[in-house]
Each structure stands twice: as C-alpha cells, then as structure tokens.
C-alpha cells in the first residue's frame, strides 16, 4: 500500500533562482518527523503543512547563510517547464515558475562548452590519425569540424532566441 502524500515548495534562493521541495505530508519511515503523527498503518505518518512545519524542514536542509529568502506553497501546473532542461534559470514571477531567458542562454551555452570538450577529445585524435596518414584532405575536414565546435557557444541563434523552447532546438550539428 502506498499513502504518500507531499505538497510542493518554491523557494527563492539570496541568488534569486528557484528550488523546489517536496514537503512530505503522509510517508513511511522509522522516524516520526517534527509535527507529524503515527498513522493506523504501521510505519506510516502524517504532518500538516503548516508554515512552522515548512520552515523548520527548510531550516534542516539549508544552512544558515544560504537560506531562501522566501518561500510559498505550489501546484505543479505552476512550474512551467516540465522537462527541466533549464531549471537552473527558473525564477518564481508569483504566480508560476518559468525559466529567466537571460540566465537560460547563457546555461544553453555552458551546455554547449560541455558537448564541445567531448566532441573536441574525439577530433583531436583523428586529426592526429589524419596528419600520420598524411591525409590533407582530411585534415581540413577535420579540422573544419574542430572549429565549428569552437565557435558553437557563441552561436547567435542563442541570443536571438525568444523562448527556452527555441534554445531547446538549437544544436551543433
């Protein structure tokens, strides 16, 4: 049997990004969290999600210097990128969680500096087989490949982008 139960919390960082929590409201464990209680089931707890509860479970998991500055309880349909691809650029407007398109660019390009070094590695070692070969051709083509990875995150379709959707479907290739 499962009883899980959790609500959700969007809490804005001193950075001003957005980190969400799952507050558990009914679990199973062997411990009997603060404000919760024992359930008829064995094992299993309930806690209301009271704003003193919330606070001292933030107060456990975040360090005192690095808090959030506030926090408020959401529904899922508030967050608006369900993939997460860029949920480090999420910022809570209030009213939903939607990514910063200013702070998505500049993680799509970090995204891209990442497959560069990968695919760079790779390059590397057939334009060296190229040039063992005496292969010019080659080489060029290679080397062709190489600096299109090198350009790559400044491509400027990255600051033309208007939405996180349009960042999602740019690719090197």
Known sequence: MNLNRSVL????????SVQIMNFAVVARGDVLPSGAQWLKEPGWWLRDP???????EISKVFPAGDRPVRWRRIEPAEIKEQDRVFRGA???TGSSIEP????????KADMIRKE??????E????????VGQKDKAEEDRIEAERQKWRDAPADPRIEAAQTVEELKQIKVV
Do not use: G, H, Q, S
Request: glycine share 0%; no cysteine; net charge negative.
């Open 9 to 16: 919390i969007a809490m804005t960082m001193p950075d001003d």
């Open 50 to 56: 009271l704003p003193a509860t919330i606070e001292e």
């Open 90 to 92: 999420w910022k809570d």
């Open 100 to 107: 910063d398109l200013v702070v998505a660019r500049i993680l």
């Open 116 to 121: 560069r070094k990968a695919a760079l590695a």
């Open 123 to 130: 390059l590397d070692n057939e334009w060296m087989r190229a």
